[in-house]
């Protein structure tokens, strides 16, 4: 049997409460703890909730949530059947940028198929969410064994995976070929990072570059596939403002398992997931992010990152040596001011890094990076600085930074404040030092470090000069000029072999000077032009050794290479003139078939003539190719190139070359006529047949395509498409009227793409003519009616109107015959009344139309218009009244011919003409000129059609026959006679009348504006007579502006504003309480709840601060605040609440305190056994052990009872006692006694704890009178302390009793002294002296009270004392 699981429920705290409340998210649980919320405080929350997935076994299942509340809730995650603690299958992350929470399960199981929650929980309350994760498994058992073939995987070494980067077999490099590690860069680098690497590693053939990039980006595609899906957004390493570099790239593997290695120079480098290690890798979905923390120079090098042994991505990241002489400075900005943040470099820099608030900047329109021409000095300018800006600016270069803060204060101008502020001219920042001075000093520097190592050089050549013998070069004839190439060599043995040179009269090698000072063996190559025209002269640095300089093979020689060695310095003072040269070389030509193609290259002197060459074979001047020199120009000239006359040319001049490619293209052609011929439309009927045709020439393959209003045409039932290599055929069969449009043929082939239009016009019988069917007039006498076009004329002008009419009632349709093509038509063969329905046809040169019915038209129907607008007053004179009205929207089915015009006298009842009846008025306005000076008036209007005059409007408002009045003045006195929170209440004086300049004010607006707007809202629409205003709805403490306008029949007066702006409140009020008793004292049983209710009045809102004894309150009290009053709540107190509780409220005008105690108590338990023991005849001491409740309560004393067998009831003998025990006294022997102990404090009185019985037993003698010798006796005695004063500690404004017991014959006076002063006649301490038991009782001890105090009895026959000490505890 399965058993249903139950609800898990979590338990809720004494005084909460659970409240469910609706999230805006379907889906979402929330449960309030509180009743009310505290201001600012929300529950959890989901913006976001997770959902529920469906995910193939192995793969990375994600559940995302976003999540809201104050406080911050704490977000966990559970599952329905089993756990999540196992963190190799559930990982909970938190981004804190995107206040996402997340839980991954990488590599996921069927077993982990679940329902899961996420529950989010703050103190007020908590949000819970479901999310099911669905597992789709690879097959039988096979997520078993997959995941033990990945944990052997894990586990297993892999040998050759281990092996570094150095240590792997390579392929051998070819001589003469560049690093293998240039190509690693280029594989990973951007197309404009391709010149820069180039350079780098002296590679001048981009060509051959790109054909050999090429292939190996096919074999590294080839690779990778294996291991990725695809690799994209490659980004190289750069220095990050927090001292670490990063480079990133996304990523797809095909299998989640497998390793990735990272490489430094082909040494494999350990990496973490965490932050905390020097290499770090961060995997955010599909992009990996690789980190270098605490940068130094020994990180530069050579980055590669390998998936299973194979390369993915490649970076170099170079440290410069550069460190900041002068570091940026903190900046302090005013408001819409220009920051400038600069730094001194020790070495120049083309650019250098710049972050804002750990956001790399560019320029922009906020930004502008400057740099000085020596490279050294460089700023920033931050314009326009707002709050936002300020923050943390740093500077990178290389792996060395500097940072600052940017401070941007407000600005304080009082008379810009609430307003928007305009943009300075001023800057604010700069180092304070003079930077050209530094980098001046720098740049010299410089350049001395520079000349000493250029010196150095130039010495170490003069040494090895003298100490190397001169060998003179030995020619060696060749056929004709070739190309030198110095090549590379090993160091040459001490003793160098004849070198071999070229003959003496070849031109010389360009050598320039050396850039370091250590020499070295290198590359120099032959002065060569390349394709593009530039220059290539390699730099030759100054060799210890012998250089070998080898020769290209001629190319119609042997091919055996010509070789000279050369021991002398290749130096400066050696470069003598390098003869003809070229200064503008070939450049790549593209020409199309047919037309000509010219090379032109430029020579550095006229007297030096050339030879041409295609692909190695030398061309002459012949038809069709042309060979001219002009001065300096040599030019190839190709008149009509053909297929053939593609390739690589070369031009040779005294032993230089240049070459270039002509390619010719044979792209899609189509001949001007044929052109022109295609692009007439055709133009057919409906069903009949289309065909355009198109000749054209081009390289084949072609590809042809037809298309109509730019959808492609493809073989179909009414259309063929017929192709050949110069021609193509469009035929569109049984053509409709919907197929007419655009016509385009597109041919396509590998040089180009051309495309021909034409237009196919289908023509066909017009649609019907288009309703409704306006009517212009249904009189007894004619109905005129109008109609529109048909929407489709079929391609030719409507010509007539077919029209047919049918009377009501009759089953016939008179022919009405044909009328032009204008859509109106007037039927006056009409009878008064009569009903009549039209059939229209539209008729042209291609057929007519179907036929469009008219609905029943009745002809002289009296058909009243409906009342016009209201007349508006438009300007008023002492002689004429200018009036305005709307037409009637029911114009009762024909046109309005005129308006009525009626005016009525205040306090009249009858209606005048203002026009006569036989002239209606034509336009929609008039001028009243019968009117008298100073009567006021009111106007009505109303329309008449063909049936008569309709209803008229309503009156219009009474208006005066006088001349315009002045807009009225300032208002006078405006001020605020009261507001709140949410209202405003306003008071002003009636402005001044002062004739001919301002007339008397009729009503008044009220305006506001809040402070952050620009636009002012009128409060009341329609004008107001009273000189007050109240302004409602306003937000609290918000800022406004207020102004109130006087009106009248003049217009608008101008505005009169308030001083200054006004806020949202009250009138200010210093805070107080308003409760006439208030509790200072609170007595409450632990576990309940505890309240106190303060009421108070302050303006504006107060602070409400609530300490316990001087400390803020803990986080279980909760404070309610509301406008008014303040509520303290603990829902379930305990002892530890104890304690004084003090509430702060304190606003702008001042503040005011109230304390109140609070005692967190419950019934005390018993005292422990009771003890009775006789230390004076006639007295009992009864002591006790203390209450387990004393410790913990200060007020809890005690009470002690008394019975004997005489009386047999219980009386109360002490009370309030704070000490164990008590002497009872008047113990009478004979009688039994028993004594109750009871503890006592604020909330009740305990059990008692009774004694054993006690009694003193009376002997009985027998009597015996014996008359002994009389003696004289005497019974004096000193005073002597039977009981001394015990130690006492008494909380404050508490009662505290102390005893003791003193003998003595005659009896002795006592007295008692607090710090040697007698205190037996103050009124505050109740002493008694009763059969030697003397007391002393402190009815509220205070802070005074905490001293010493002393009894001393004295007689005549001595004097004893007894002292004890009172300590009062707080």
Same mark, same amino acid.
């Given at each position: 049997?399965?058993? !249903? ?163 792997? +077999?390579?392929?051998?490099?070819? @001589? ?29 053939? %981009? ?112 440290? +410069?040596?550069?460190? %900041? ?11 819409? @001011? ?52 300020? #923050? ?95 090549? @590379? ?92 040269? %070229? ?10 078939? #047919? ?54 040319? *070369? ?49 084949? +393959? ?144 291609? #057929? ?20 016009? =607008? ?35 006298? !205040? ?54 026959? *006088? ?5 009225? #003045? ?161 829902? =379930? ?20 305190? %109230? ?10 338990? +018993? ?36 019975? &004997? ?28 006694? *028993? ?10 009185? =305990? ?13 009985? @003698? ?7 010798? =009389?003696?004289?006796?005497?019974? &004096? ?10 130690? *006492? ?82």
């Amino acid at each position: 049997m399965k058993f !249903r699981k139950t609800k898990d429920e979590e338990p809720t705290a004494p005084g909460q409460v659970k409240i469910k409340r609706r999230s805006r998210v379907p889906g979402v649980m929330i449960t309030q703890y509180v009743e009310e919320l505290p201001e600012g405080k929300t529950t959890p929350d989901f913006t976001r909730k997770p959902i529920a997935l469906t995910i193939q076994e192995g793969k990375l299942a994600i559940f995302r949530a976003i999540i809201t509340g104050d406080p911050t809730p704490t977000v966990t995650w559970r599952r329905n059947n089993g756990n999540t603690d196992d963190p190799e299958k559930y990982q909970v992350i938190f981004d804190p940028n995107s206040n996402e929470h997340q839980l991954q399960m990488p590599n996921v199981d069927p077993d982990q198929a679940d329902t899961y929650k996420c529950y989010a929980v703050n103190e007020f309350g908590k949000a819970v969410v479901t999310a099911a994760l669905n597992i789709i498994e690879v097959g039988f058992k096979k997520s078993k064994a997959l995941q033990q073939a990945r944990t052997a995987q894990r586990e297993m070494p892999a040998p050759h995976l281990l092996k570094t980067r150095a240590e792997r +077999p390579k392929e051998e490099k070819k @001589e003469g070929e560049p690093d293998e590690k240039f190509w690693e860069l280029l594989l990973s680098a951007s197309k404009n990072d391709y010149e820069r690497i180039c350079a780098e590693y002296g590679i001048t053939d %981009f060509r051959w570059m790109l054909k050999k990039l090429n292939e190996k980006k096919k074999e590294r595609e080839e690779e990778q596939a294996q291991v990725v899906s695809y690799v994209a957004n490659l980004k190289p390493i750069q220095v990050k403002s927090e001292g670490s570099a990063e480079f990133e790239f996304e990523m797809d593997l095909k299998d989640p398992t497998s390793r990735i290695f990272l490489y430094k120079d082909g040494e494999m480098v350990p990496f973490s997931i965490d932050d905390e290690e020097k290499h770090s890798l961060k995997q955010i979905g599909k992009k990996f992010v690789f980190s270098v923390k605490d940068l130094l120079p020994e990180d530069a090098g050579l980055y590669q990152v390998d998936v299973e042994g194979v390369n993915i991505f490649s970076t170099d990241f170079k440290v +410069p040596a550069v460190e %900041f002489l002068v570091k940026i400075q903190e900046v302090k900005a005013t408001e819409r @001011e220009d920051a400038v943040f600069e730094c001194v470099l020790s070495q120049p820099l083309e650019k250098i890094s710049w972050f804002g608030k750990t956001v790399p900047l560019t320029q922009s329109e906020k930004y502008d990076i400057q740099v000085s021409e020596d490279k050294l000095i460089h700023r920033l300018v931050v314009k326009d600085c707002l709050q936002l800006d300020k #923050g943390i600016y740093a500077a990178v270069a290389g792996i060395k930074s500097c940072n600052a803060w940017l401070v941007v204060e407000a600005d304080k101008e009082p008379s810009t404040h609430g307003k928007k502020k305009a943009r300075k001219t001023t800057t604010a920042g700069g180092s304070g030092v003079d930077l050209a001075k530094i980098a001046a000093e720098q740049n010299a520097k410089i350049q001395t470090e520079r000349a000493e190592i250029v010196e150095k050089v130039k010495q170490a050549q003069a040494e090895k000069e003298v100490a190397a013998p001169k060998q003179e070069p030995t020619p060696k004839p060749t056929e004709e000029p070739t190309p030198e190439v110095v090549e @590379e060599t090993p160091p040459a043995p001490e003793e160098p072999k004849p070198a071999k040179v070229p003959a003496p009269d070849k031109p010389k090698k360009i050598v320039k000077k050396p850039a370091a000072p250590k020499p070295k063996p290198v590359v120099v190559e032959s002065t060569e032009v390349k394709a593009e025209g530039e220059l290539v002269e390699e730099e030759i640095e100054v060799v210890e050794e012998p250089i070998i300089i080898e020769e290209e093979p001629s190319t119609e020689g042997d091919g055996e290479k010509k070789k000279r060695v050369r021991t002398g310095p290749l130096v400066p003072d050696t470069v003598i003139d390098p003869g003809v040269h %070229f200064t503008s070389g070939l450049s790549d030509v593209s020409a199309i078939m #047919g037309q000509s193609a010219e090379l032109v290259c430029k020579l550095s002197s006229e007297n030096c003539d050339g030879v041409w060459y295609k692909d190695g074979k030398e061309l002459m001047s012949e038809e069709g190719l042309a060979i001219i020199k002009d001065g300096t120009y040599h030019k190839l000239v190709i008149s009509k190139c053909k297929e053939e006359d593609a390739g690589k040319y *070369r031009f040779e001049a005294d032993g230089r070359k240049t070459e270039a490619m002509v390619i010719v293209e044979d792209p899609p052609r189509i001949d001007p006529d044929e052109l022109a011929k295609f692009s007439e439309p055709v133009i057919i009927k409906a069903g009949q047949n289309a065909t355009f045709k198109l000749d054209f020439v081009g390289r084949e +393959p072609m590809k042809i395509q037809w298309y109509s209003e730019g959808e492609e045409l493809l073989n179909d039932k009414n259309i063929k498409l017929e192709k050949s290599s110069s021609q193509s055929c469009l035929l569109l069969n049984k053509c409709q009227r919907k197929q007419t449009g655009e016509i385009k043929i597109k041919l396509k082939n590998e040089f180009g793409t051309i495309e021909a239009l034409s237009k196919l016009i289908v023509t066909d019988k017009p649609t019907p003519p288009q309703s409704p069917v306006e009517i212009v007039e249904a009189s007894a006498h004619c109905v005129e009616i109008k109609w529109r076009a048909p929407k489709d004329d079929g391609g030719s002008p409507v010509i007539n109107y077919n029209l047919e009419r049918q009377q009501l009632g009759r089953n016939t349709w008179k022919k009405i015959g044909m009328i032009p093509g204008v859509p109106h038509y007037k039927d006056t063969d009409v009878d008064h009344g009569r009903k009549y329905c039209y059939r229209i046809r539209a008729i042209t040169a291609d #057929g007519t139309s179907e036929v469009m019915e008219t609905d029943d038209i009745q002809a002289g129907t009296k058909a009243y218009p409906g009342p016009p =607008s209201t007349p508006k007053v438009v300007s008023a004179f002492k002689d004429c009244i200018n009036l305005s009205w709307s037409p009637p929207s029911n114009t009762g089915g024909t046109n309005i011919v005129g308006y009525n015009l009626e005016k009525r006298k !205040r306090g009249s009842n009858l209606w005048g003409p203002v026009n006569p009846l036989d002239e209606p008025i034509k336009a929609k306005e008039y001028g009243v000129k019968d009117v008298v000076e100073g009567i006021e008036y009111e106007f009505r209007v109303s329309a008449i059609n063909f049936s008569g005059a309709g209803e008229p409007s309503t009156p219009s408002d009474f208006v005066f026959a *006088r001349d315009p009045k002045k807009p009225p #003045g300032k208002v006078i006195d405006f001020k605020v006679t009261d507001s709140t929170y949410t209202s405003l209440s306003l008071g002003w004086t009636k402005p001044k009348d002062e004739e001919g300049v301002q007339d008397e004010a009729k009503g008044y607006y009220v305006e506001i504006r809040p402070a952050e707007n620009t636009e002012w809202d009128r409060c009341n629409s329609n004008a107001i007579t009273t000189t007050s205003y109240t302004i409602i709805g306003l937000k609290s403490m918000a800022m406004y502006w207020v102004r109130v306008i006087a009106t009248n029949e003049g217009g608008d007066g101008e505005p009169q504003d308030l001083d200054n702006y006004i806020i949202a409140m009250p009138p200010p009020v210093r805070p107080t309480f308003t409760d006439r008793k208030m509790t200072s004292f609170m007595v409450v049983r632990a576990g309940n709840s505890t309240r106190v209710n303060i009421n108070f009045k302050a303006s504006p809102m107060p602070k409400i601060t609530w300490l316990k004894d001087g400390m803020p309150i803990s986080k279980k009290v909760t404070v309610s605040n509301a406008e008014g009053t303040s509520q303290l709540l603990i829902p =379930s107190s305990e002892r530890l609440d104890t304690g004084m509780y003090t509430i702060i409220i304190k606003n702008i005008v001042g503040q005011e305190t %109230f304390s109140t105690e609070i005692r967190v108590t419950d019934d005390p338990k +018993p005292p422990g056994p009771v003890e009775l023991e006789q230390n004076v005849p006639g007295t009992v001491t009864v002591s006790w052990m203390a209450s387990p409740d004393e410790k913990r309560d200060d007020r809890l004393h005690y009470m002690v009872t008394k019975r &004997d067998s005489v009386k047999r009831s219980w009386q109360t003998v002490a009370d309030r006692l704070f000490n164990n025990n008590f002497t009872a006294v008047n113990i009478l022997p004979g009688r039994e006694y *028993r004594f109750r102990v009871y503890a006592k404090n604020d909330m009740g009185v =305990s059990d008692p704890s009774e004694s054993r019985k006690w009694e003193v037993v009376k002997k009985k @003698e027998k009597f015996t009178l014996n008359m002994p010798e =009389s003696k004289p006796c005497t019974f &004096d005695a000193a005073p002597s302390f039977l009981v001394p004063l015990k130690t *006492r500690s008494s909380p404050e404004s508490y009662e505290c009793y102390m005893s003791c017991a003193v003998s003595g014959n005659p009896a002795p006076h006592v007295t008692w002294y607090r710090n040697n002063i007698s205190v037996n006649t103050d009124t505050n301490y109740l002493i008694s002296n009763t059969c030697g038991v003397c007391s002393m009782l402190i009815l509220r001890v205070g802070p005074k009270d905490n001293s010493e105090y002393k009894v001393i009895a004295e007689n005549q026959h001595g004097r004893a004392e007894c002292t004890t000490k009172l300590t009062v505890r707080e």
